[in-house]
């Protein structure tokens, strides 16, 4: 994750609504937004009504989904189907000599 993407997540873990172009200063702040819903996130974006001064159409965010986090299945450790099922249970594993 790029420093501006952690930026973001950092100023939306809040889960409240906030206008990008005057909180972040931030160039491309829009592709930011997209590469972090390639990652899993999900944001709301209507039209910013935190501010007054907007000439154009700025949208406000809003976190609404963070990406699963998967885990890793460990490895099981199988016999071949050679070795019958008895003398997998009564083979010990090591033998201690006295």
Request: charge should be positive; include cysteine; proline fraction near 9%.
């Amino acid at each position: 994750m790029t420093p501006q993407q952690s930026k973001i997540i950092e100023m939306l873990s809040d889960g409240r609504y906030h206008c990008p172009t005057k909180e972040l200063y931030m160039k491309d702040d829009r592709t930011r937004f997209s590469e972090l819903r390639d990652m899993g996130y999900g944001f709301d974006s209507p039209r910013c009504t935190l501010c007054i001064d907007h000439s154009s159409r700025v949208l406000m965010r809003k976190m609404i989904k963070k990406p699963e986090v998967k885990q890793e299945a460990k490895p099981r450790i199988t016999l071949p189907p050679a070795f019958p099922q008895k003398v997998r249970q009564e083979t010990p594993m090591f033998v201690l000599k006295t």
